[in-house]
């Protein structure tokens, strides 16, 4: 069973940048971030293959980056220019999919990214 383990996230105010980090207890192809805001469904932020296909959700291209080192099966996602809606607690997840996208097979535990205005 893969364990995904998160860290990062918090307070920031508006415009501010925040990192996450995800590691996965063994190699997996997809890795990925999805949030879920109070009232809203879980979306989709960004998903990143082993060999580094990426996809976005449109609300975070140009802002958000991710990225992962294969070496440490850890996943990053660089959020800068945040938004009071970019508001939500953020999952870290993997899967086997040949895509980046619905790709969500396990969950890590979630962390809180709060965005003051």
């Known amino acids: 069973q893969v364990q995904l383990v998160e860290s990062g996230g918090g307070l920031v105010q508006a415009g501010g940048s925040l990192r996450l980090s995800c590691v996965a207890s063994v190699r997996i192809n997809v890795m990925g971030w999805y949030r879920q805001a109070p009232g809203k469904q879980r979306e989709l932020v960004a998903g990143?293959?082993?060999?580094?296909?990426?996809n976005y959700a449109d609300s975070v291209k140009g802002r958000f980056t991710i990225s992962r080192d294969n070496a440490k099966n850890t996943v990053y996602l660089q959020m800068n220019s945040l938004k009071p809606e970019d508001t939500a607690v953020y999952y870290c997840?993997?899967?086997?999919?040949?895509?980046?996208?619905?790709?969500?097979?396990?969950w890590g535990q979630g962390t809180q990214v709060t965005v003051s205005s």
């Open positions: 997840a993997a899967g086997r999919a040949a895509i980046p996208e619905d790709f969500a097979d396990v």
């Open positions: 990143i293959t082993s060999f580094g296909h990426t």
